[in-house]
């Protein structure tokens, strides 16, 4: 039987909600067992239906009939809009939030990825495996020595934040004089700091400008130059606003989301000391580890997906032009995909089976998921050799969090670290 909207909860689910945003894995589990979708929003956006489950999510994810885009040239009915609306954005600045590489569809968004993607594939990411064991080896390093006395040490800032930073910016180009001022904007933008956004994303996007035309000047073996030579050569490839937009969503994402992975992993692996002794008794067991991690991860939902013709998902028919917010964290914790799913089983997930939802599916599959896994494995598996014995500096339901819908991430890290005896 097909039922409409009017079927569905009588009392939507506000996303921000303060009882939402300090316990998403409830809330996610509620709407996923709900007797049918749910409708909700945030932000006094316009409703939206909420895929849970986890078919009803994989289906959202990779039917071609679901668009990142919506179906109208009218401003107030995209959401993405609405909400830097909401933050009080510049309108001239909407545009370069709203239309990067992963809001994009079609043609254009075939063109823009398959210009970046060939950097990001495994076998030419596995290539960059050295250095960033070097990078982790160094901060290491530098942990051993701030910490000698046997003081407590922020994780979060020390270390799941300067790996990843360094590694995107080195594949991408950033120069190391411009990092601190991504790191600027990104921190602005992950949490959605209305006050914040506007002066951080004029000085990012002169920074970007700025450094592709460097680039022109004097090429270097980076992403950078060669987007822009491939601009040289094919000038109707890519126009130089893109090239920003490509940048913008490389960096941000590219040391974001994983930032969080490894500063939530290792809470994860503290919390689950049977599975930490597994790793530790067979080292080999890390590729899987971090892809189950990686589940359990910090990503609540992706981006809306708007129905390009009325579709029956769930038993629901959605409407020509409707958005669905596909729930990532309900659908890796579906108990009909993943048993027992709130345990941590380090060698759950195969190698390439890529199951869980963590970096989306389909067409819209995060880029930068080779560099991720690489980045988290390297490190956690560096981290806990070197500091078998690492264990918070505080008790658990003191670690503070930072609440925020989209992702769930430790703010801080306190943690006390015992090197190998």
């Not at 079609?106 to 250095?131: C, E, I, M, Q, W």
């Not at 067409?363 to 690492?390: D, K, M």
Request: glycine share 6%.
């Amino acid at each position: 039987m097909t039922t409409t909207a009017a079927d569905t909860s009588a009392e939507p689910v506000d996303l921000f909600a303060p009882e939402v945003v300090a316990d998403p894995w409830g809330a996610h589990g509620r709407v996923r067992e709900a007797p049918t979708l749910q409708i909700g929003g945030f932000m006094g956006g316009p409703p939206m239906f909420m895929a849970a489950r986890y078919e009803h999510v994989k289906q959202v994810l990779t039917d071609p009939r679901f668009l990142t885009n919506p179906l109208t040239d009218d401003l107030d009915e995209d959401i993405r809009i609405g909400v830097f609306k909401h933050l009080d954005v510049p309108e001239d600045l909407i545009p370069w939030l709203k239309n990067l590489i992963n809001a994009s569809d079609g043609d254009d968004h075939s063109r823009l990825r398959k210009l970046v993607s060939y950097a990001l594939t495994n076998h030419r990411v596995s290539k960059f495996r050295p250095r960033v064991e070097e990078i982790t080896a160094k901060l290491l390093d530098e942990l051993a020595e701030a910490t000698k006395d046997g003081s407590p040490i922020d994780l979060v800032d020390t270390f799941c934040y300067p790996l990843p930073v360094t590694v995107i910016c080195e594949l991408v180009g950033v120069d190391e004089e411009d990092r601190p001022q991504w790191r600027s904007w990104s921190d602005a933008m992950a949490t959605l700091d209305g006050e914040r956004l506007p002066t951080e994303v004029r000085k990012t996007l002169a920074a970007a400008r700025a450094m592709i035309e460097r680039r022109r000047a004097e090429p270097k073996d980076d992403l950078v130059t060669a987007l822009v030579q491939a601009q040289t050569k094919n000038p109707d490839i890519v126009t130089d606003d893109e090239l920003v937009g490509v940048l913008f969503s490389l960096v941000t994402a590219g040391h974001q989301t994983t930032t969080y992975l490894i500063g939530n992993s290792v809470l994860a692996l503290l919390e689950h000391p049977d599975q930490l002794a597994r790793l530790h008794a067979d080292p080999s067991l890390w590729p899987q580890a971090v892809r189950e991690l990686q589940r359990l991860g910090p990503i609540q939902f992706g981006q809306p997906r708007f129905a390009t013709e009325d579709i029956e998902l769930g038993g629901v028919m959605i409407p020509r032009g409707m958005p669905v917010l596909p729930m990532i964290m309900g659908a890796n914790s579906d108990p009909r995909k993943f048993p027992e799913p709130e345990k941590l089983i380090v060698d759950r997930l195969a190698v390439g089976s890529e199951s869980h939802l963590g970096f989306g599916k389909g067409i819209h599959r995060c880029l930068g998921q080779h560099v991720a896994y690489l980045e988290a494995e390297v490190a956690l598996s560096g981290l806990f050799t070197r500091f078998p014995n690492l264990s918070l500096a505080v008790p658990r339901e003191e670690v503070p969090w930072i609440l925020r819908p989209g992702f769930t991430r430790t703010k801080d890290l306190p943690v006390r670290l015992v090197p190998a005896s």
